[in-house]
């Protein structure tokens, strides 16, 4: 059964101060890793896929990378517009095809404060 | 281009009524899927129809019927809604080399 853990539950920062989120995720054949934000009243809006380890992708200030065992979602200097619910998803390959199903982790409530 | 949209926005229901939540897409996307929303649990794949005519389970199944009705649109069915279907429910569409795309969620509560 594929599973993916978000840590921590919830973090608060203040306007500049640089941390990671964490993803840890076991699944039979990894398709694809993605990271969606998600703001209160509205659904997940997608910022990246991850295909294998080692990749990296960054927008403004996020930057996610990706190994054999977890992702991490880097922000640098955030600002308080980055608050958000972040959530990691992976698609798995098995049987050769996945249909596009994914599996989700629970997020990560980010706080930055001014 | 409103991507996907779902249908009604909030919904509150006596236990044992019935009710449908509609979703539509326009990106002439193959699949499309239901998820629930509980705190701390993260989306839960109720239902999914990986192409127009077929639907398959996905994670939490029970109390919920689907219909993909054509390519567009995907509904979803509580045919006998309990306080535990309490939840946001969110529809989404994929194509293939794409990420899934959202709508923005039906708040349904369940007295």
């Known amino acids: 059964e594929d599973q993916v853990t978000q840590s921590p539950e919830a973090l608060r920062l203040q306007e500049g101060e640089s941390s990671s989120l964490n993803c840890s995720y076991t699944v039979s054949g990894l398709r694809g890793l993605f990271w969606y934000r998600q703001d209160p009243g509205k659904g997940p809006e997608f910022l990246f896929t991850l295909y294998s380890a080692g990749e990296e992708k960054e927008k403004e200030r996020l930057k996610a990378t990706l190994t054999k065992k977890e992702s991490f979602l880097h922000i640098t200097a955030p600002k308080p517009e980055d608050s958000a619910t972040y959530l990691c998803a992976v698609q798995a390959s098995a049987g050769g095809t996945s249909y596009g199903k994914l599996t989700f982790g629970q997020g990560t409530i980010l706080t930055v404060h001014p | 281009n409103a991507g996907v949209t779902q249908t009604p926005k909030f919904q509150v229901l006596k236990t044992g009524q019935s009710m449908t939540l509609q979703c539509a897409q326009d990106?002439?996307?193959?699949?499309m899927y239901w998820y629930r929303q509980d705190p701390g649990m993260g989306l839960r794949l109720i239902y999914y129809?990986?192409?127009?005519?077929?639907?398959d389970k996905g994670e939490v199944p029970n109390g919920y019927n689907v219909s993909r009705l054509n390519k567009r649109e995907f509904s979803l069915r509580l045919e006998s809604a309990a306080p535990s279907q309490t939840s946001v429910y969110f529809c989404?569409?994929?194509?293939?080399?794409?990420?899934?795309?959202f709508g923005d969620g039906t708040r349904l509560s369940i007295l």
């Open positions: 989404a569409s994929w194509g293939r080399n794409q990420p899934q795309h």
């Open positions: 129809s990986a192409s127009e005519g077929t639907t």
């Open positions: 990106m002439n996307h193959n699949s």
